[in-house]
């Protein structure tokens, strides 16, 4: 990433240290090249990571969850306490706390800021009291940032239609993209082994243990596949949270394990063995942003099947590189996944090799650096002019415009083939029915 005129002070600001680590690692390390960056989150145990990479780590407390309206003013005190301390140029918000309160600390500061809804969480799921407090929140706080990006159209369209944003200023991301040199399938990954049929099919469900992961529903379907004499090997990664009855209880993932549904695996730093050992990976989530598991997934080179639903359907192509089913179904699931059990290894392997290249061509963290680079770029600008006389304006908005220039030949190759990757597709399946 090449920037223009100054080094700028970046906040990232997210509810865990972990999220800013595992998922925007790609960008912070685009951004360090010619930034400062500040990471702003709780210190839950990547700080000195985070440190080591070259940020600076800024601990502010805050949950995750919860409208308590004194924890909240508290939380808002403390970001522009951080925001004024590191006399920040512009600010990256994700997560709704963060998107909502740290928005409002920019804005008091007149800081411009740059949002990231990741996800709709819980609270678009249920009408409730807390979802009218929610999109009262987004609808007060989104009339200040610059941008404001959704990781899924659906999710974009609903807040437009909403009226909880200006669709001007609302853009649309592939998810957090994903590394595609990190998360690489070995050659034995992209083609199921000779051997598949000496050892039993592998799935795996990679979540946090939520009801609304689908994590019922994939128990449900494989009571469903033991009852009719299928045998298959069905795992579960993830971290049990039982907070506020959203999380199904340790006792019950026991329970299922004694009745020999399946293997509860814990919780890992690193996915890609595990991914790697199965045969297609499962998420019968409710809604998403754009799951992150099936990103890693599709990296490796794996089958998925996962609900048709928004975030979870922009990731699977039905017959192409996976299979889509209902949503809340433990029946359809059970059917799709037989379907996967059934298919010859040609097929599978098939499936992992375009799985593999919708991640090269849809998701791959390039593009999300790209787009973050093009606003930065404006916000750079528009700060600019406010101090500065109109002619060196002009002369840095001409250096701006021949980087991107410069960029945009580069990017020729990979435009030109996602230009055609709709016709691509349409032809695959076409083939395969």
Partial sequence: MQINQHKMKIGIVVNSSWNIYNFRIGLVKAFLQNHEVIAIAPDDGYRKSLEEMGCKFEPVPMECKGTNPINDALLIKRLVSAY????????????????????????????????????????????????????????????????????????????????????????????????????????????????????????????????????????????????????????????????????????????WEKEGLLKYLGTTSDVRPLISNADCVVLPSYREGTPRTLLEAACLGKPIITTDVPGCRETVIHNFNGYLCEVKNAYDLADKMQRMISLDKETLNEMGVNSRWLAETKFDHQIVIKRYTEVLDKVQIEESRKNIPVNNFGKMRSKVKQRQLKEKRHMLPFEKENKDLKSKITNAVLVKS
Wanted: charged share 25%.
């Fill in 84 to 255: 004024r301390k590191h006399k920040l140029d512009v600010v990256l918000h994700y997560t709704i706390k963060p998107n909502i309160y740290g928005t409002i600390a920019a804005q008091l500061l007149k800081i411009p800021s740059v949002n990231n809804v990741t996800g709709l969480g819980t609270v678009f799921l249920r009408e409730g009291i807390s979802s009218k407090i929610a999109q009262y929140l987004y609808r007060f706080t989104f009339r200040f940032p610059q941008t404001v990006f959704f990781q899924n159209q659906d999710d974009k369209q609903l807040f437009v239609n909403k009226n909880l944003i200006k669709e001007s200023i609302a853009r649309l991301l592939p998810g957090s993209g994903i590394d595609t040199t990190h998360f690489v399938p070995k050659k034995t990954n992209l083609s199921i082994s000779k051997q598949k049929n000496k050892k039993e099919f592998t799935f795996l469900l990679i979540a946090r243990v939520l009801y609304d992961k689908g994590i019922a529903e994939y128990a449900d379907a494989i009571r469903l596949l033991r009852s009719k004499g299928i045998n298959a090997r069905f795992q579960l990664l993830g971290k049990i949270d039982e907070t506020k009855g959203l999380g199904i209880p340790e006792k019950q993932i026991k329970e």
